[in-house]
């Protein structure tokens, strides 16, 4: 992270909750200066948090991009309490989203979801006009998080905007044949990655970090 600094922020959402937010920024932006990329981190019941895209969203920053990482309602420093279906966070991503036009100047917002932030980003996506791509970094398609997260595939799968899906042959939640099968009526432009013998949160480590950093590059340099 030494080609950014870091700044914290308060976003409040449209229930009142108050989200604890970061916003790292290049020291040298040599990107295009309006798009903004918003991370949205794993379940925050099994202790997800904006820490764990601390890696991804610095090594943006030294590529030139703002990112922003938030603590969904009832982690870390934010205020309010988590919910079980990841529904009442979509207000959290909607509410940094709006910050990030307003203060940012960025009319363009690339939405990035790790695990379960990856459905929570996805039934996001198209209530908020800036968004222009959404990648997910393991998204949780398999039938026992289904039970949990279900209700958000629809909305996703029938975006039109830009989709890249990452994700490890391992992944315990998901099989490559579920994710095909699930992608494979999905509207839009649909990429995939998959990563050869990685496990669901072994890809969520910090050795992976470099790899999704430039797996999200590639993907907007497409958009």
């Not at 990685?198 to 480590?205: A, L, P, S």
Request: hydrophobic letters at 40%; charged letters at 20%; a positive charge.
């Amino acid at each position: 992270m030494s080609n950014c600094t870091v700044e914290s922020s308060q976003v409040e959402t449209s229930d009142g909750v108050k989200l604890h937010t970061r916003l790292f920024k290049p020291r040298e932006e040599i990107k295009d200066n309006n798009l903004v990329i918003v991370l949205v981190h794993p379940f925050s019941i099994l202790g997800g948090c904006q820490g764990l895209l601390r890696g991804i969203a610095g090594g943006l920053a030294d590529k030139g991009y703002k990112a922003v990482t938030f603590d969904m309602r009832g982690a870390g420093r934010s205020t309010g309490r988590p919910s079980l279906t990841g529904f009442a966070e979509i207000k959290d991503v909607i509410a940094v989203c709006k910050w990030v036009s307003q203060n940012l100047s960025a009319d363009r917002i690339l939405l990035v979801g790790s695990s379960a932030g990856a459905p929570i980003a996805g039934s996001a996506s198209d209530q908020i006009e800036q968004v222009v791509g959404y990648v997910s970094l393991g998204y949780p398609f398999g039938m026992i998080a289904s039970i949990l997260f279900g209700r958000h595939h629809k909305a996703i799968l029938e975006s039109p905007k830009p989709k890249l899906f990452v994700m490890g042959t391992r992944d315990g939640f998901t099989s490559v044949k579920q994710l095909k099968n699930k992608l494979s009526s999905a509207a839009g432009r649909v990429e995939t990655h998959l990563i050869e013998g990685v496990g669901h949160f072994q890809m969520e480590g910090p050795a992976y970090d470099a790899q999704m950093v430039n797996l999200i590059l590639q993907f907007i340099a497409s958009l």
